[in-house]
Structures are given as C-alpha cells and as structure tokens.
C-alpha cells in the first residue's frame, strides 16, 4: 500500500517536471550535442578543430585573456561587494532597500547601453580623465579603452550585482551577536573578520565568484566594445568563428571547450562543499 503511495508520488513529481526537461532538452541539450557534432565533422571528421585551439599561440593567447580577465573581475568584485553586502546586511531596513533598488536599477539598465556608457568615460577626452588631470594626478590622458584594462572595468561594474545579491543573502543570516561574543572574547575587529565572518559567507562568495567567473568567461559585448580585435577573449573568438568566418567546427569546438571548463568548475565546487559539510 505505501509503496504503491509513493509510486504514485514519484510519477506525479516527474510529470510536473516533464515540461521544464523537455524545454532543456529542445533548447539547450539537443543544440549543445549539434554543435558538439559539427565540432568533429566540419570541415572534415576529425579532432583537427580542437587541435587548433591547443596548439596555436594566437588561440592560446585568447584563452589566457579570456581566463586572465574573468580571474581579475572575480577577485576585484569580491573584495568590492562583500563590504557593500555586509552594509546592505546590517543597516535599517528602509535604507538598505534604497541602496538595493539602486543596485537593481543598474541590473535593469539595458547592457549595450551601459558599456556605451563607460566607453564615453574611458576615453582619452572623457570624465575620468579629465578629472585626474585637473586634480594633478596625470599629465597626459590614460589609455584605458581598447585594452584589457577597460574590459576588466566595465565587466568589474556589470557582475558586482551579482556578487552583492549572494553575498547579502548569507550575510543577511548572521547574528551581529556571534561578531560581538568574538569582541568579548579579545578578538581584534581583524580577527573577528577573518575567523568569524569570512568562514560564515564561504558559500555566499563562493557562489557569488563561481557565477561571476564563469559569467565572464561567457561575456561578449563589454569585451568587445572596450577591448578591441587586439585583445579578443574566447566569446568574440566564437563569434567571429561563426558569423564572419562561417567556421561552425572551430567555433563548436571553441564553445564546447568553454562549457567543459564551466562544468568543471561547477564540479570543483560542488565537491568541495560537499566535503566541507562532511567535516
């Protein structure tokens, strides 16, 4: 009777699920074994694509920005969000769902718009500048459009929400009261940051990174307004690959790359919490 329960049970959840599986396998399974295919068929069956892509330097280069970058962006969006999250987390109510309407917004804004945006305060004659050569920091106009350094600022702006939203979450569910029996205790501010609060929003941040690195791995517009041809990152290879050179095996193997290195990292993660919850 209980088994026949449970039965029943079980065939009723996996129908309410039918539909969202049948949506992942028409719209991301089927196309992603597609291009898997065309990755080892075109021009001709072989792995000749993905021997491309490890032994030419020029590749090799992309990957290194493509990794570089979304690395940098990582750690620089980490050490900016945690202490807004930690406010957003700590200060009243009404002014913190200002701050979180703000951030919000800046998710909202549409994305070309935004690097736009930056593309006009990064250039040579544009308000940041500007204003370092009128406050006597520099002499002369910084380059900081069509290099890596642009690309790092605009994506470092458009994954901090990202970063916040995890972070504030788990931050969000610690006592203030554990920060103060650590001051009790003779922990110096210091101390109570790197023993007590850092362990506690482990898995927000780690979350928060995995969703931004991997993110950017994937990002295409920011890298390709602000970066240029010359510092081209793995997204605009496979773009490039695809429309202008009509080379669906160089860019099938280029994506399937990217999505092994996204799931293993994914992977990576999973283990490790899972080992930390074991202890």
């Known amino acids: ?138 002499d002369a106009p910084l380059q900081l459009t069509n290099n890596l350094i642009g690309v790092t600022i605009g994506m470092v702006y458009i994954m901090l929400p990202f970063m916040i939203l995890p972070l504030m979450g788990v931050l969000k569910k610690i006592d203030p009261a554990i920060l103060q029996a650590a001051a009790l205790c003779g922990a110096t501010k210091g101390q109570a940051l790197r023993k007590v609060l850092l362990p506690l929003s482990a898995p927000g941040i780690a979350s928060g990174a995995l969703m931004v690195f991997v993110m950017s791995l994937g990002y295409y517009v920011t890298p390709s307004l602000l970066g240029g041809t010359a510092n081209m990152m793995l997204a605009e290879l496979i773009a490039q690959q695809v429309q202008s050179l009509v080379n669906w095996g160089m860019g099938g193997a280029a994506a399937f790359l990217l999505l092994i290195v996204t799931l293993g990292l994914y992977a990576v993660q999973l283990r490790f919490f899972e080992q930390k919850e074991a202890i």
């Open 1 to 138: 009777m209980l088994s026949a329960i449970s039965t029943r049970r079980r065939g009723s959840g996996f129908g309410f699920a039918l539909p969202a599986i049948v949506l992942l396998l028409a719209f991301f399974v089927v196309p992603v074994a597609l291009l898997l295919t065309r990755s080892f068929t075109e021009p001709e069956l072989g792995l000749q694509n993905y021997a491309a892509l490890v032994g030419s330097a020029t590749y090799a280069r992309i990957f290194f920005n493509t990794f570089f970058v979304s690395g940098v962006v990582t750690a620089i969006t980490v050490l900016i969000a945690f202490p807004v999250a930690w406010a957003l987390a700590i200060m009243p109510a009404r002014w913190a769902s200002v701050v979180f309407a703000i951030i919000l917004l800046s998710m909202w804004t549409n994305l070309l718009a935004r690097t736009y945006a930056w593309m006009v305060l990064l250039q040579q004659t544009g308000l940041i500048n500007r204003t370092l050569m009128a406050l006597g920091v520099i």
